[in-house]
């Protein structure tokens, strides 16, 4: 914690700061102010990157805030946010603090601290919960809605949270049984040249399924489950002609499905079950000039009752901050890809017409 009467801030004071009045926020003195601060005032660091035109110290447990009126409320908004972050248990970082700042500024109706205490399961004193907005949303309309469909890019906890879900539903005796499938499509490999016998080319494929599995369930349970049937790890084509009863059912890489295929899974719905659908449309591995059936489900069932669908985006990413950037740098890509194609289309049609005269 910085000593008394030490500004914080590295490389001088913002303009114009001495001149507006300072705003003091006091912390409670129950609250340790190491964990609002970080560790070598990392967090607190991290706020002064957020408000660059605010000026901040601390002193003992105050907060000292000078700046634009707008951004000193904001300042003080988002310390109280994070007091209720580490009532609610759960310690701070850089992730978080960011996250909540990011919030307010987008002046959204939920509160940041409501967002990242959100609990769906425990598991060997590790929490799952969502990190982001759009990620609570997407909780929420599995918790409202019979079918989700949850779409995004690589890394923003599509699948996870909703195996969160299904845990936490079967934990609750809302479900019987766990049901999760992949269409068996790789990408640029073919099953058929891989060594081994048919379960032991498939099982790569839906590994990441039992890796996200491990993080939530009791590794020495889960062998027991699948033998009960209570947990079913099983390639797509294993649902055809069945129909699904008491069961929360995921689909990963929903991408990866013909609009036939996603037919065939979502019409295995059965009483008192749930579906998830998860998928980013930029990752088809499909063979050219093959639909995808989450390309096309949207057009099909927008507007049908109790079916959702969920969109994250790039700021949804929760894995390392460098997945966010790689999503946005091959959007920006393939957005210029498609200008360039759309130009050269348009050349070869002035070309033609040009020879046709």
Not at 293 to 322: A, E, M, N, Y
């Amino acid at each position: 914690m910085p000593e008394a009467d030490q500004p914080t801030t590295p490389g001088g004071t913002p303009e114009g700061a001495h001149s507006l009045p300072t705003h003091t926020v006091e912390i409670p003195p129950q609250v340790q102010m190491v964990t609002l601060l970080g560790p070598r005032d990392e967090l607190l660091r991290t706020m002064e990157r957020a408000f660059p035109q605010l000026e901040i110290h601390v002193r003992g447990n105050e907060f000292h805030l000078s700046g634009p009126s707008a951004e000193v409320a904001l300042a003080e908004r988002t310390i109280d946010e994070l007091l209720l972050v580490i009532e609610g248990g759960q310690p701070l970082n850089r992730d978080a603090v960011e996250r909540s700042i990011s919030m307010l500024r987008a002046q959204t109706t939920e509160r940041p601290a409501d967002v990242l205490t959100m609990n769906i399961v425990s598991s060997r004193g590790r929490t799952i919960r969502p990190k982001t907005l759009n990620q609570k949303h997407y909780v929420d309309a599995i918790d409202k809605h019979t079918v989700v469909f949850g779409i995004g890019p690589a890394g923003t906890g599509k699948t996870y949270l909703a195996m969160a879900k299904a845990v936490q539903a079967l934990q609750a005796k809302q479900v019987n049984r766990i049901i999760l499938t992949r269409p068996a499509v790789e990408a640029g490999e073919r099953l058929g040249f891989l060594p081994g016998t048919l379960n032991d080319k498939i099982d790569p494929y839906l590994r990441p399924l039992y890796d996200a599995l491990h993080d939530m369930v009791d590794p020495e349970s889960i062998p027991r489950l699948m033998a009960a049937g209570t947990i079913e790890v099983a390639p797509l084509a294993y649902m055809r002609g069945r129909t699904l009863n008491d069961a929360f059912i995921i689909l990963d890489e929903a991408q990866n499905t013909s609009p036939e295929q996603m037919k065939m899974f979502l019409t295995r719905l059965g009483f008192g079950s749930k579906m998830v659908v998860t998928g980013d449309v930029t990752q088809v591995d499909l063979p050219d000039g093959s639909r995808s059936g989450l390309r096309v489900v949207r057009d099909i069932l927008t507007g049908v009752d109790d079916i959702h669908f969920s969109v994250l985006s790039p700021q949804d990413v929760v894995r390392h901050r460098l997945v966010g950037a790689i999503v946005d740098a091959y959007g920006r890509w393939d957005d210029l890809q498609g200008e360039t194609h759309g130009q050269q289309q348009g050349g070869r049609a002035q070309r033609e017409r040009r020879r046709s005269q």
